[in-house]
């Protein structure tokens, strides 16, 4: 299978801490993306790292991505309790437009 | 925009009948994607279609799913006849033929089969 494999599987921190999800897959990608699903809810695009870069910042977030690993981490800086979700990578493997999506982190922030 | 719109949120129905999901893409965007999440397998691609036509539909578990996009502003995903094994959520997804392949999703159809 191609899909990606996601570290940990759960998490939980305080609020105010970092929290850091990583991302393993398998062959060469066209970019690696990372989505939010709150509870009960579809997934929300966070943010897209083509395979060219290293590293992307949007606010609180930033990801990174190691081409020679093929790994991949996310970064959330001065966690709140609004970041209680899951989080999932999806890669672009170039298969005519589809993604491959991972099992996802739990992440818990407790206030 | 409105976002992906997806009817209905929740399905409970009995084992044996039919089931259809319907989904509406944002406007404008060629790809649509149908998702089935559950505790078990995560997320899981069924089907996806590129300007109405059905692309890759390798997902779609047995003949009792099927998928159509009659047009570019709305498609169904019906299961007939449905199990308690369908039980999942089933999120439909658009994008835009430009861009970076990011996917919109929906809120999701809940379903339970009874």
């Known amino acids: 299978s191609q899909q990606g494999e996601e570290d940990p599987q759960a998490l939980s921190i305080q609020e105010g801490e970092n929290a850091t999800m990583n991302c393993s897959y398998k062959?060469?990608?066209?970019?690696l993306q990372w989505y939010r699903q709150n509870s009960g809810r579809g997934l929300v695009h966070l943010i897209l790292i083509r395979s060219n870069e290293r590293e992307k910042h949007s606010g609180r977030l930033r990801v990174t991505l190691d081409t020679s690993k093929k790994s991949s981490s996310l970064l959330i800086t001065a966690s709140r309790a609004a970041d209680t979700a899951s989080y999932f990578c999806a890669t672009d493997y170039n298969q005519g437009g589809k993604l491959i999506f991972g099992q996802g982190t739990e992440l818990s922030v407790k206030p | 925009d409105a976002g992906v719109i997806q009817s209905p949120r929740h399905e409970v129905t009995e084992m044996g009948q039919e089931v259809t999901l319907r989904c509406k893409p944002i406007?404008?965007?060629?790809?649509l994607f149908w998702y089935r999440q559950t505790m078990m397998r995560g997320l899981e691609l069924l089907i996806y279609f590129n300007n109405n036509v059905p692309i890759d539909d390798s997902g779609m578990p047995e003949d009792r799913f099927s998928a159509k996009m009659p047009n570019a502003s709305f498609s169904t995903l019906k299961i007939q006849p449905s199990e308690p094994r369908d039980s999942a959520v089933y999120f439909c997804?658009?994008?835009?033929?430009?861009?970076?392949?990011?996917?919109?999703f929906g809120p999701g159809t809940r379903l339970t089969v009874l």
């Open positions: 997804a658009s994008r835009p033929s430009r861009g970076y392949n990011e996917q919109f």
């Open positions: 062959t060469s990608i066209n970019n």
């Open positions: 406007s404008g965007h060629d790809y």
